[in-house]
């Protein structure tokens, strides 16, 4: 059987990177993760904005639909425009959400708002995360084989999750 949905989602992730990755570069304050040159793949994986410009944009670099894949997804938030980041125990149960329905193929479950908490026991670390070339300290929740942090500069807060990589750092 075809991969329709797999497909479908990879052509609009590419189309909407095409259109809207020149916008995003533009943008002040520049969101998180949005590498230049242009790292491959990557897709817009969710955005919101008003008429001032972006509120929430959430980058993924791999691919979302292979749960055996490494997966980055890098989250900026702009709190004077309502943005919020979430802390990283939603991210780490959103990944997790995300990969039990892709491994079922219930593609209509992918939006549904998963558990608040990872399905069990989340591991503490800490890592240095460099951002706009300063390092920072950041703490690092770990579930399994995903990591999530959550970091803030002077006028966004961002969220980097991962599966499948050997850690944030």
Known sequence: ???IPGVFFGLMGTAMAALMFPWLRRADP??????EPPLNPAALREASWDRRGPIEITLAYGDPLEVSAPLVEVMTALPGRGGE?????EALAHLAHWDAAVARRDFLALYRQP???PPGP???SDAHLVLGQEPHLVSVLSFRHYHAARFADASTTG???SRHCRSIS
């Open 122 to 124: 989340v591991g503490f």
């Open 115 to 117: 558990r608040p908490d």
């Open 85 to 89: 980041a979430g802390a990283p125990e």
């Open 159 to 161: 969220m980097i999750a």
């Open 1 to 3: 059987m075809p991969q």
């Open 30 to 35: 520049h969101p998180w993760g949005l590498a």
